[in-house]
């Protein structure tokens, strides 16, 4: 077992008087994929964003063991038909006082190239973000949040809105980058199939920790009915995933 990166302790939030989480406690650590599930509005997303940093409205605690290079892909973003920032420029795009700017060298470049082609859209690097798929718009994103060279990356919902088959692609994909690079991963997830095959590790959660355990041990027809509140399955697609957890 890895080295523990962050812990959270008795984390709790919600808005107004409604009651989002309470009381949720785990830990992440080296090597982890970590899958988060729940219905919608467990608080899956603000969940990762208190960890990141991005929302304080919280009680409890997150306490950062080790502080690694960190990346974060969220949701889905979308532009519109023809859009006229390119994927490179989208990646050169930075942040500086009170202006937006974006400042081409050589070495960002290659860079930029390099992360591309580990996800294999380099050919795009040129092309407009509004004539994107929305699967290469995922892996652009992914490709960005690797710009860093970061050993935890957070997913929001990696895959979300793009067709069957693409997103067995993405996932096959994160977890060739996972090996490859060494990364630890949290990921929210509503595809039970996905997480059942590919995560290490697994919090369930529908305002209070369901559950927590790998996949084989915790994704049983009891705890998916306390966490969705109806039946629930893990469907395993006919085309299989390529990696399996439990061998």
């Known amino acids: 077992m890895g080295e523990k990166i962050i812990s959270v302790k008795n984390l709790g939030f919600g808005f107004g008087k ?8 785990f830990d992440i650590t080296e090597g982890d994929i ?7 509005g467990a608080g899956k997303t603000m969940l990762v964003r ?7 409205n919280y009680t409890g605690d997150i306490v950062w063991h080790k502080k690694p290079e960190t990346g974060y892909v969220p949701q889905k973003i979308s532009f519109e038909k023809g ?38 859209i380099g050919h795009l690097i040129n092309e407009r973000l509004g004539d994107l798929s929305q699967g290469e718009m995922q892996r652009m994103l992914i490709a960005r949040s690797l710009l860093e060279n970061p ?17 067995e692609t993405v996932y096959n994909l994160l977890y ?11 990921m929210v997830s509503h595809e039970l199939s996905v997480v059942y095959r590919f995560a290490t590790k697994v919090i369930c959660l529908n305002k209070d920790l ?8 915790v994704l049983t027809p009891e705890a998916l009915q306390e966490v ?16 399996d957890h439990s061998s």
């Open 18 to 25: 409604r009651q989002i989480l309470k009381n949720i406690t």
């Open 34 to 40: 970590l899958a988060v599930i729940g219905p919608n």
């Open 50 to 56: 208190s960890i990141l940093g991005l929302n304080d």
């Open 83 to 120: 859009f006229p920032l390119t994927v490179k420029e989208f990646f050169l795009f930075e942040t500086g006082s009170n202006l937006n700017f974006w400042w081409p060298n050589k070495k960002k470049e290659e860079e930029i190239k390099q992360r591309l082609d580990d996800v294999k």
């Open 151 to 167: 050993k935890l990356i957070f997913f929001d919902e990696p895959a979300a809105g793009i067709d069957i088959s693409t997103e």
């Open 176 to 186: 060739d980058l996972y090996k490859k690079l060494n990364l630890t991963m949290v």
């Open 210 to 217: 369901v559950c927590q355990g790998t996949p084989q041990e």
């Open 228 to 243: 969705f509140g109806h039946h629930a399955s893990v469907y395993k697609h006919a085309h299989n995933l390529e990696h």
